[in-house]
């Protein structure tokens, strides 16, 4: 009971110096009212910063896109593997916790179903923005502007309606030192406790170890670099790490070849560069000698196959589709395959990845991938659509996409 008084007192007293001097800050612009001493300079500098860009009446953090970032990020792995423990702290202390990338937008969260029922809303959910520009000073934007482990309690808050909680968070640190996101656990004002940012910082280490463990993994498990092929929107050849230069029919045959690995007879193969073009025989099998001698003898002779693994863009999103994963699908699918190909058989396929990768957007319950996928696709005014159908009244990014159908009609 003792312990719960001074915190009454001591946010009763941050109540107070962010009522006097929020307002004087506003007034200021941000051109340096005077300070207290109830409040850290970390804290109302944070202030002066947000309100260049923060209502501190704001209600909840502005919308941004999870998906497509938690499934290509490095701390998914990892964070995976410690979610029974992360959720087991969070419901048994009465905590949510919450896993941001490097730009302050939450990625994962995890906790009791009151308290998550709290924290969304705030949006503090998958998908919500708590970098400092968007959401002002808390624990989340000043951990990731500084490098260190931060608590913000009740009206540090910038945003009134946070006043009600206490935020501890720590930086995530990679492998080569750069900062990857945050790890955050949130609760009520009044169960704030000592041992939550420890605990915070303890979680934190376990997560860093894994991202090394995987990487010395990575490391010892890796093959010998071999030939990478990417052919959507740009296109670029790799053999062992050496960037190849091919010529644009030796890309279109290598495509092919990444694309039907069972390999062609001669004719077929002919047929899906030419068409009914007059090419003579000796023509096509100089490009496919000077391919092979590019990739040191790497295509088989009597039926055209690669006899070496290729890492290759496109297969990655027809295995991504193939596996339900839309998000990796759209995010890997960066424009059409190799767009200035006139080859048939190129734009058989070119035709192919854009209908699966469109008609899986479409089928998709989220505006995520319709919002990713439609940075690609300007005119395509159906995507554009689709992606405010779902989006909430209130989403921040309606304008993104009625900006884009705008220009989808007119064009």
Not at 272 to 292: C, M, N, Q, W
Not at 331 to 360: C, F, K, Q
Request: charged share 25%; net charge neutral; hydrophobic share 40%.
């Amino acid at each position: 009971m003792a312990e719960n008084g001074v915190l009454r007192q001591r946010r009763a007293a941050l109540e107070d110096e962010w009522a006097r001097r929020v307002p004087l800050l506003l007034a200021a612009a941000g051109r340096g009212a005077s300070t207290g001493a109830r409040v850290r300079d970390e804290v109302s500098e944070s202030w002066a910063r947000s309100l260049a860009t923060v209502d501190p009446q704001l209600q909840s953090a502005p919308p941004g896109v999870a998906g497509a970032r938690w499934a290509g990020s490095p701390l998914r792995g990892p964070v995976s593997d410690m979610a029974e423990e992360l959720r087991g702290i969070a419901e048994d202390a009465g905590f949510v916790a919450a896993v941001t990338d490097e730009t302050g937008t939450i990625l994962w969260t995890c906790g009791g179903r009151v308290m998550r029922r709290r924290a969304e809303r705030v949006n503090f959910a998958p998908g919500g923005r708590w970098d400092e520009g968007a959401m002002g000073t808390n624990a989340l934007s000043l951990a990731l502007r500084t490098g260190r482990p931060s608590t913000v309690f009740s009206a540090e808050h910038l945003v009134a309606a946070l006043h009600g909680w206490v935020c501890y968070c720590a930086p995530i640190h990679g492998p080569d030192g750069r900062v990857l996101g945050v790890l955050d656990l949130s609760t009520t004002w009044d169960r704030s406790h000592p041992l939550a940012l420890p605990t915070v910082r303890g979680l934190t280490s376990a997560i860093e170890a894994g991202l090394r463990d995987a990487l010395r993994a990575r490391a010892e498990t890796a093959p010998a670099p071999g030939l990478a092929l990417a052919c959507l929107g740009s296109t670029a050849v790799t053999s062992g790490g050496r960037a190849l230069h091919l010529p644009p029919r030796q890309l279109e045959i290598l495509t092919l070849l990444a694309l039907e690995p069972e390999g062609f007879t001669p004719e077929r193969l002919r047929d899906l560069l030419y068409g009914d073009r007059p090419v003579s025989a000796s023509t096509f099998k100089a490009e496919i000698s000077h391919l092979r001698r590019a990739l040191e003898g790497a295509v088989a002779t009597r039926r055209y196959a690669l006899t070496t693994p290729v890492d290759c863009d496109a297969v990655r999103v027809l295995r991504a589709l193939e596996r339900g994963d839309t998000a990796a699908a759209v995010e890997e699918y960066r424009g059409p395959l190799l767009p200035l190909s006139e080859a048939p058989g190129i734009a058989d396929w070119r035709a192919h990845l854009e209908v699966v990768v469109r008609e899986a957007v479409l089928a998709a319950d989220t505006p995520d991938h319709a919002l990713r996928y439609g940075e690609r696709a300007p005119y395509d005014a159906e995507v554009h659509r689709h992606a405010l159908r779902l989006m909430g009244p209130r989403d921040a990014r309606r304008g993104i996409a009625a900006s884009r159908l705008g220009v989808a009609l007119r064009g």
